[in-house]
């Protein structure tokens, strides 16, 4: 019988920003021109993503591309992200990813939503639940993941900023 770890992720932070914007680039679910993951291995680094579906419609798929060194570092070229529920109202949308997206991931599903601030601002809390086979990799993609998260959060934090300060320039 095949073991299976089965792994919980989940990360909050702040973004400087109006949840009406942050919520239009996040739903622009094809461009990820937002995101740097800080990752300076060309295997696993984001290289371009682009939208396969129609925009606005749910569902539809963000297709992500990594470096030539993907299949040497166990990961496929591309990955593909579902977006399965879209709820304006309470700011939260529900997508999966393509099983094997890292080595060893099955059953992805993930959550983001967003809170407004009283300041203005916002809160981003990411959630995520999927199986790991072998069981042994089961930590190490969870810390993985909460790497990802806190990357998601910390650029879009940035982008806001800079765009708030070209706004004030």
């Known amino acids: 019988m095949t073991k299976v770890h089965r792994v919980t992720g989940f990360h909050q932070g702040r973004i400087d920003a109006d949840i009406e914007d942050i919520w239009a680039l996040v739903t622009d679910w094809g461009s990820l021109a937002w995101f740097d993951d800080g990752s300076n291995s060309e295997g696993l680094k984001l290289m371009d993503s682009w939208l396969e579906g129609e925009p606005g419609v749910v569902p539809r798929t963000r297709v992500m591309s990594r470096g030539e060194g993907a299949v040497e570092s166990g990961a496929p070229e591309q990955n593909r992200e579902v977006l399965l529920v879209e709820d304006k109202v ?80």
């Open 90 to 169: 309470a700011h939260r949308l529900y997508y999966d990813a393509s099983d094997g997206f890292a080595p060893g991931i099955r059953n992805y599903i993930a959550s983001w939503s967003f809170d407004e601030l009283d300041d203005g601002g916002c809160m981003m809390t990411i959630s995520s639940n999927f199986d790991c086979v072998p069981a042994e990799t089961g930590e190490q993609n969870a810390e993985m993941l909460h790497t990802v998260y806190v990357a998601i959060v910390a650029s879009l934090h940035k982008h806001f900023s800079k765009v708030k300060a070209s706004a004030a320039q």
